[in-house]
Structures are given as structure tokens and as C-alpha cells.
T-cell receptor, first 115, second 112 residues
């Protein structure tokens, strides 16, 4: 079974440029998460989807960050414009049910460097 | 927001030694989980705990859900080189949204 797929693995951009990350969850997983992981820290939730609905986006900085999951399968996270402090790893995860057992399956992450 | 205090932040041990790390919080959790993250990879679930007092093993790993619901520990027995990595505790809150909160991680380094 294929795992959570993220792209790109690495992205280097200059500040004020836009950037987008893509995630394809495990087939059949209806819950999808985007997490931010700063260097030396644990993941922090940005947004959680149940199917195509964003059910928790309270931690998403909405002035520059946006996300979508139009058909309830794959998802895109966008930053526009990027700032130096956005340099981090962006992790996507999925889980099979919305009942929230806490068992998340993570992708390898997209490492962003903003110069 | 809710915080999990994970300790120690890092450990340097000899191969074959046992390892113990823990996680505490001022908040009550209904689920505790332990993940391991290798360099350049996403975290992978090791053990999940769902009941206060629960003690669960997965091979050389043993984890417990504290009676107060505010803490958990993870033990690794007879460490081997592939145990190197960063271990994260994560808790799921009873109050509020069903949000998974992660600790800051424990970085384990093993000297052969």
C-alpha cells in the first residue's frame, strides 16, 4: 500500500515569492492534516480536513497561508508571500477515520528554505 | 495553547543500554501516542495508549499512560543502532477539539 506522498521534497525560494506544496493521502483515508515542523521542534497542526471540509484551521495564518482539498482526496498548501520565518518542514498526514484514534500516517515532508 | 513537556531533550547512550523518556502536561489527555522520526522522514507511530494506567509493549518498547492522564513514559530496552532518531510524544485532548499535540522531542544518539 502506498504511503502519504508529498511534493516537492525540497524547495528554496526568495522571500515574498509564493510556494505551494502538494499531498496525496493514503487511499481511503478521509482525514488529512497539514503540520508545520520547525527545526528542533515537534509538529504543530496548521489545518485538518475531513473529506473536503476544513474542520480545524484555527492555527493557519490566514493572511498568507491557504489550503484546499477540493475533491476530498489530495490537498494543496500555499504560502503567498513567503517570509523568512516560514522556513520549516511542512508535513502532511492522513488517518482512516474521523473518530480520532490519534494514529496518523505522515508523509516525508516538504522542506522549505526562504532566503 | 496546550503544551507537552518532553524530557530529556537529548540522550547519548551506549549500545545495549536501556532508555527512558517521559512526557508531562498540565492538561488531561484521552490518548497518548509515541512516534519516532528518522532524518528526512515523517514521524512513524510506535505505540498508542487509550486508557489511564495502560501499559503497552511493542518489541523492545514499552509505554504507559499515566493514571492522572497528564503524563506518559516510553522505555526502550537493550538499545541498538537503529533506535537512533527523535522520539515524540503526542496527546489527544479530552476538552475542546480533537487535536493532537506533540512534545518537543527527545533526540537519541547511540555510541556503538
Amino acid at each position: 500500500e502506498a504511503g502519504v506522498v508529498q511534493s516537492p521534497r525540497y524547495k528554496i525560494i526568495e522571500k515574498k515569492q509564493p510556494v505551494a506544496f502538494w499531498c496525496n493521502p493514503i487511499s481511503g483515508h478521509n482525514t488529512l492534516y497539514w503540520y508545520l515542523q520547525n527545526l528542533g521542534q515537534g509538529p504543530e497542526l496548521l489545518i485538518r480536513y475531513e473529506n473536503e471540509e476544513a474542520v480545524d484551521d484555527s492555527q493557519l495564518p490566514k493572511d498568507r497561508f491557504s489550503a484546499e482539498r477540493l475533491k476530498g482526496v489530495d490537498s494543496t498548501l500555499k504560502i503567498q508571500p513567503a517570509e523568512l520565518g516560514d522556513s520549516a518542514v511542512y508535513l502532511c498526514a492522513s488517518s482512516p477515520v474521523a473518530a480520532n484514534t490519534g494514529e496518523l500516517f505522515f508523509g516525508e515532508g516538504s522542506r522549505l528554505t526562504v532566503l | 495553547g496546550q503544551q507537552l513537556n518532553q524530557s530529556p531533550q537529548s540522550m547519548f547512550i551506549q549500545e545495549g543500554e536501556d532508555v527512558s523518556m517521559n512526557c508531562t502536561s498540565s492538561s488531561i489527555f484521552n490518548t497518548w501516542l509515541w512516534y519516532k522520526q528518522d532524518p528526512g522522514e515523517g514521524p512513524v507511530l510506535l505505540i498508542a495508549l487509550y486508557k489511564a494506567g495502560e501499559l503497552t509493549s511493542n518489541g523492545r518498547l514499552t509505554a504507559q499512560f499515566g493514571i492522572t492522564r497528564k503524563d506518559s513514559f516510553l522505555n526502550i530496552s537493550a538499545s541498538i543502532p537503529s533506535d537512533v532518531g527523535i522520539y515524540f510524544c503526542a496527546g489527544r485532548l479530552i476538552q475542546g477539539a480533537q487535536k493532537l499535540v506533540f512534545g518537543q522531542g527527545t533526540r537519541l544518539t547511540i555510541n556503538p
